[in-house]
């Protein structure tokens, strides 16, 4: 009887589960290329291509209010793996979920090429599957946040035919300033105390494609950077005065100091308060911090992705629709 009781519920729950929302899926990734992509000095700091493409998330049986975009890696963050904690939230609302990868694997958005493959990939979804071109967000955390930035600044700099029609960004514990960044994984590599693949990494990859280091080509990094601290000019700034900002901060000031000793300089949130600062300067008064404490966030390890997997899905979505019957 107990045994027959048990599943009955278990039935119920997967039914109300199911029932909460309902969603199409449609994906559509490139053949994998035969190349590898040098990321350091060794002979073997090589990273295999993967898969350019898209998938797509859209409600059922209603109209598509808006569309939430994530520019994430289909081959090294658990594909797609940010924007389906949103699927749920954005389904019930009408709202579709768009993630989108290039072909080079952590991307930072360096090259030309691969900007204009996402502007054409995000381009032919939003007319194959008549996506409405308003009340689009761009959301993420770590390299996903980031190359909305960049992805922005690409698009607005150019006569595009087809221009997004971008509401908001929600920005979640990321790098904005990358003279900062620099500096912050030369000190790791001083100091030896943490693991060095990343450090020796990212600043491998910033002197290679920025062609020098902030000391030498200080403005290739400004330019490089949504906001930088170094910039007197800060000319991105005005790129993103028009959007409602939402960003997200982890300090974790404890955590880095014990596990990374990392200074308060070595933080994310440094970039992304000063990034709202300057914002305002240039007139955006539709900006929010949103801070999450220790208590907020279960994860034993303190990162980027760990903040957007512990920030509440559902009060952001909520944002998301108010911003979007302000338009």
């Known amino acids: 009887m107990k045994t027959h009781i048990n599943l009955l519920l278990l039935i119920f729950f997967v039914s109300i589960n199911n029932m909460s929302f309902s969603q199409e899926m ?3 990734y490139n053949p994998l290329k035969n190349d590898s992509l040098r990321i350091g000095k060794d002979p073997n700091d090589l990273l295999p291509y993967i898969q350019s493409g898209y998938t797509l998330m859209l409600p059922e049986n209603q109209k598509v209010k808006g569309v939430l975009i994530f520019l994430e890696d289909s081959g090294y963050d658990k594909k797609n793996n940010s924007a389906k904690q949103m699927y749920n939230q954005a389904s ?13 694997p952590f991307d930072f958005y360096f090259s030309e090429s691969s900007m204009s493959s996402t502007h054409h990939i995000i381009e032919d979804v939003f007319l194959k599957y008549k996506l409405p071109n308003t009340n689009v967000f761009f959301l993420g955390a770590s390299l996903v946040g980031h190359r909305a930035m960049r992805y922005i600044k690409f698009m607005k700099e150019r006569n595009f035919e087809f ?6 960004i929600v920005i979640c514990n990321f790098t904005l300033d990358f003279t900062r960044k620099w500096h912050q994984h030369r000190r790791d590599i001083r100091i030896n105390r943490i693991n060095l693949w990343e450090p020796k990494f990212i600043n491998y990859m910033l002197e290679t494609h920025l062609k ?8 290739n990094y400004h330019d490089f950077s949504s906001y ?6 800060n000319n991105n700034i005005k790129l993103y005065k028009d959007y409602a900002v939402r960003a997200y901060i982890e300090p974790s000031i404890k955590y880095k100091l ?3 000793f990392r200074t308060f300089y070595e933080n994310n949130a440094t970039d992304m308060v000063s990034f709202l600062a300057e914002l305002e300067l240039a007139g955006n008064k539709n900006t929010e911090l ?3 404490y220790p208590g907020d966030n279960p994860s034993p390890k303190k990162n980027t992705q760990s903040t957007w997997d512990a920030l ?4 952001l979505m909520k944002w998301i629709l108010k911003e979007s019957e302000k338009q």
């Open 26 to 28: 449609a994906e559509e």
């Open 92 to 104: 019930e609302e009408g709202f579709a979920v768009l993630s989108v990868s290039s072909e080079i």
């Open 163 to 168: 221009q997004l029609n971008i509401t908001g």
């Open 212 to 219: 020098g280091t902030p000391e030498t080509v200080p403005e």
């Open 228 to 233: 930088s601290y170094f910039s007197e000019k």
């Open 258 to 260: 014990k596990k990374q």
């Open 290 to 292: 949103i801070v999450l």
């Open 312 to 315: 509440d899905k559902t009060e």
